[in-house]
């Protein structure tokens, strides 16, 4: 109890405390920026939607089967 300090009323939690949530904080924020250079850098938006778009047009009549299935499903739910 000796580590924690008051200030009008408000708790101050011990310097170790602090310092665990900062350097969390940090390394989140770090973590979060690293991410987002190495998914800039490997071209990750176009990769996926490239992706997306091959999957597509190997499946023309997807929304077909999209539909069908859908209401296929419905009518055995009832």
């Known amino acids: 109890m000796a ?6 009323g408000k708790v101050i939690p011990p310097v170790k405390i602090m310092q665990e949530s900062l350097d969390y904080s940090l390394q989140n924020k770090l973590e979060k920026m690293i991410t987002a250079e ?33 209401q296929r499903n419905l009518k055995r739910s009832r």
């Open 3 to 8: 580590d924690i300090f008051y200030d009008k």
């Open 38 to 70: 190495i998914l800039e850098q490997n071209h990750y938006t176009e990769r996926v939607a490239e992706a997306l778009r091959q999957v597509k047009q190997n499946c023309p009549d997807c929304d077909t089967h999209l539909e069908e299935s859908v």
